[in-house]
């Protein structure tokens, strides 16, 4: 009973090294007496023995490997924090296994020496802007240099990039100080509009008050010009009347009738208003006057005749 079940026990060892199965996601890297043979693809292989074993198995699915925060100078001399993340694939198995120990420590470490080489040609706030051309040539130069290790870089994503505290705290400062210059020159703008609104207002005022007087002094002009012309009119045809009146039998005596009257109404209305007493010549000789104004009457009545 013994031997049968070392037997048993030995040829299940001798089975399991006989028959291998590859999964799907993996590439599995055979080496006889030590020396490479084969890499085996995904499915149902047979080996031999105490002869063949597998030397590596690597995964073929796409790894997200977490590169850790490291300090870095930028161009403009601050200190930084910077981690990421690095999506990497096994493309040779062959050259995953002999062209290096560890593909996965090596590409952590070139991650972190060239995120600090790339970080070191940009300033603060071209880290912060320039994100994903940072990460672009960062894929570029790992992709490049991890060539020959047989995996190929897919995406690297920076995560985090963080100042120092004493550089938090500049910022913050420059950013106030940003704002407080930035709601000066509002208040600044405003105000100027302010005046230039004023001003503009003030401006159209006195032209609305300026041109109000212009059209106001054109209006009594044009007035004047009326009244002027309505009365030379009427002037006009009143002397035109008086040349027709005089042209007729008696017009002359009546004419000279009315200036009489006239003048004897100006001399009275000067004695009533005047302080000094004025004696006309003609005054003097009242029998005169008297009897020049029976001789007009009597004129005017012949004439009526």
Not at 87 to 106: C, H, N, P, Q, T
Not at 147 to 171: A, Q
Not at 223 to 231: D, F, L, P
Not at 275 to 300: C, N, R, W, Y
Request: charged residues 25%.
């Amino acid at each position: 009973m013994f031997y049968i079940t070392i037997v048993f026990l030995a040829a299940l060892f001798v089975l399991y090294n006989l028959i291998l199965v590859v999964p799907m996601r993996e590439r599995c890297v055979i080496e006889r007496l030590g020396k490479f043979r084969v890499v085996l693809e995904p499915g149902f292989h047979i080996l031999i023995p105490f002869f063949d074993r597998v030397a590596y198995r690597h995964e073929t699915r796409e790894q997200c490997l977490n590169i850790p925060h490291q300090s870095c100078i930028s161009k403009d001399n601050i200190q930084i924090d910077v981690d990421g993340l690095l999506y990497i694939k096994v493309m040779d198995a062959y050259k995953a296994s002999y062209g290096i120990e560890d593909y996965l420590i090596a590409a952590v470490n070139l991650a972190q020496t060239t995120v600090r080489s790339e970080v070191g040609k940009l300033t603060l706030g071209g880290t912060f802007s320039e994100r994903d051309a940072l990460n672009e040539t960062i894929v570029r130069e790992i992709d490049h240099a991890s060539e020959p290790w047989g995996i190929k870089v897919m995406r690297y994503e920076v995560m985090n990039i963080t100042p120092s505290s004493s550089v938090v705290d500049t910022l913050e400062k420059q950013m106030e100080a940003e704002r407080q210059k930035r709601a000066e020159i509002t208040l600044a703008n405003a105000e100027r509009d302010s005046t230039i609104a004023l001003s503009e207002g003030e401006r159209q005022e006195a032209i609305n008050i300026s041109e109000g007087e212009r059209q106001r002094r054109i209006n009594e002009a044009e007035g004047r010009a009326q009244e002027i012309a309505i009365m030379a009119t009427a002037t006009a045809q009143g002397t035109s009347m008086i040349a027709k009146a005089l042209n007729e039998p008696g017009g002359s005596e009546a004419m000279n009738f009315q200036l009489m009257d006239s003048y004897i109404d100006q001399v009275t209305q000067l004695y009533r208003e005047a302080d000094v007493s004025v004696v006309p010549a003609e005054l003097a000789k009242m029998e005169g006057l008297f009897a020049g104004i029976d001789q007009v009457a009597e004129t005017i009545k012949a004439g009526d005749r």
